[in-house]
């Protein structure tokens, strides 16, 4: 099972749509990363986040430490977001990153 | 440079060579990190290195697989007696310390035919 639990695996939506992804863990974290995947294997680091709630854009990521959750969300979806999204943790006491397995998302005109 | 650059972008090998992958980190950052993605799949962690210090190759599937920062910037992962199921997408990342983002670099695309 892995540690860090990403849904949907997939997900098809129209533009303009308001779109969330969710990530679960399973023990403690010290930092928590969503980072966008873009075919041909570039990542790029969206937000990296401890508690609370981040805004850039049209992307909003929140994380609840209790219940060991964060959902990454796309206000007025457009195509260009369309890519893979990953969650990736920071365990407590460790530098590297453990990742979902992604969520790759549609979004057709 | 402006992000972190990895080279080859694509590598083709035959079963049994050996290949050697460099990883380019942004000027000035003392971590790096390598991982390794199969088709479909997440990023996986291999080795992390702190300036030229390698501190944690737990990731490392082989004997056949080793890392090196000889001068705590560039570093090279080289896989020995390459196998087919070594095919898959070497990710290398950078930060500036410990507690900041991950700079990823596009990967190198390694085939074993």
């Not at chain 1, 219940?67 to 969650?87: G, N, Q």
């Not at chain 2, 210090?53 to 570093?75: H, I, T």
């Not at chain 2, 020995?80 to 190198?108: N, P």
Request: net charge positive; aromatic share 8%; charged share 15%.
């Amino acid at each position: 099972k892995n540690e860090v639990e990403q849904s949907p695996q997939n997900l098809t939506a129209q533009e303009g749509e308001f779109i969330t992804i969710n990530c679960s863990y399973s023990v403690g974290i010290s930092a928590l990363h969503w980072l966008q995947q873009h075919p041909g294997g570039g990542i790029v680091s969206l937000f990296m986040l401890s508690s609370g709630k981040k805004k850039h854009g049209r992307l909003i990521a929140t994380i609840n430490i209790q219940e060991k959750h964060s959902s990454l969300h796309i206000t007025a979806s457009h195509p260009r977001d369309s890519a893979v999204y990953i969650c990736a943790v920071q365990f407590q006491g460790a530098q590297k990153l453990v990742f979902g397995q992604g969520t790759r998302l549609t979004i057709n005109p | 440079g402006a992000g972190v650059s990895q080279s080859p972008r694509y590598k083709v090998a035959k079963r049994g060579q050996d290949v050697a992958l460099r990883c380019d980190p942004i000027s000035g950052h003392v971590s790096l990190f390598w991982y390794q993605q199969a088709l479909g799949q997440g990023p996986e962690f291999l080795t992390y290195f702190q300036n030229e210090a390698q501190l944690d190759k737990s990731g490392l599937p082989s004997d056949r697989f080793f890392a090196e920062r000889p001068e705590g910037s560039v570093s090279t992962l080289k896989i020995q007696r390459t196998q087919q199921e070594d095919s898959a997408v070497y990710l290398c990342a950078s930060s500036f310390q410990l507690t900041r983002a991950q700079h990823f670099g596009d990967g190198t695309r390694l085939s074993i035919l």
